[in-house]
């Protein structure tokens, strides 16, 4: 499946792959560019990887940073005002793959959120852009489909199904202490709660384990420290929580595909010619 892409999406373009009816770039936004309001011809999902920018979308403002992801649909009229530069990875929705998910997902516009499972399927997808194999373009279908089965299960989870209170207060001493070495024990305690419960009802509202949750929070902090300095990438394994580096770069190629010096140093090479793979 392949469809014609006008682009559009003002910035210089690192990597272009076409897979499956989805157009992958990888693009670096110019400094302080700000772009009135506009709309693309096709959907697209975004991920930021360094920088920050703010996207007006109907009546909301989105405050864009590392690892946030949004979903707009094709012809939503918005603007982007990229203030310090930013670095991105997007995919573009053929209109026939668009509408073949349709039928499945509920894909109401503007989506929008911050790390958690969106963010780490799309790092994944960004790294297999990269990748030549026969298998790659399966994997990019795979992930893309993935990416839109949770922008819509996140866009579509009903409000009572929300956490209770007690619940809550966990999640947020985790996002408090992800740095530091905890028990189900220790939270439960704090929570008033028994540790077998808070440990079955955090998967249940969550979709993870307590544990898996911290990794993520120390792998989420760990791009956003590489992705503003160049702080050596032991002292940044640190800061996030890790014991030593060796344990950091299994994690981190474990949630984004790729090592944290790979990270880095695509990040670091927004000159590079742009490659573009069929």
Request: aromatic share 10%; proline share 5%.
């Amino acid at each position: 499946m392949t469809f014609e892409s006008q682009g559009g999406f003002h910035g210089k373009v690192l990597i272009r792959r076409e897979a499956a009816g989805f157009v992958l770039r990888e693009i670096v936004h110019n400094l302080a560019l700000k772009v009135p309001k506009h709309s693309h011809e096709h959907a697209h999902v975004a991920v930021v990887l360094r920088g920050n920018f703010t996207e007006k979308c109907e009546s909301k403002t989105l405050e864009c940073k590392p690892l946030s992801v949004s979903y707009l649909a094709p012809g939503l009229t918005h603007s982007d005002d990229f203030r310090g530069g930013a670095h991105s990875f997007l995919f573009e929705i053929a209109p026939q793959r668009l509408e073949y998910v349709r039928q499945l997902l509920t894909l109401r516009e503007p989506i929008f959120l911050y790390g958690g499972l969106p963010a780490w399927l799309s790092m994944r997808l960004y790294a297999e852009a990269q990748q030549k194999d026969a298998a790659s373009a399966l994997a990019i279908e795979g992930l893309a489909l993935e990416i839109l089965a949770e922008l819509s299960r996140k866009q579509a989870t009903p409000s009572e199904r929300k956490p209770p209170p007690w619940l809550e207060r966990a999640r947020e001493l985790l996002h408090g202490e992800f740095q530091e070495s905890t028990t189900h024990n220790e939270i439960a305690s704090t929570v008033g709660i028994h540790p077998v419960y808070l440990a079955s009802l955090f998967r249940l509202y969550y979709g993870c384990t307590i544990g898996e949750y911290v990794r993520r929070l120390r792998i989420e902090k760990a791009c956003r420290d590489i992705s503003a300095s160049d702080a050596p990438l032991a002292d940044i394994a640190q800061a996030a929580g890790f014991c030593d580096q060796s344990h950091f770069t299994k994690v981190f190629k474990q949630y984004t595909g790729m090592t944290p010096s790979r990270f880095r140093a695509n990040l670091r090479t927004p000159s590079v010619q742009t490659k573009t793979f069929a």
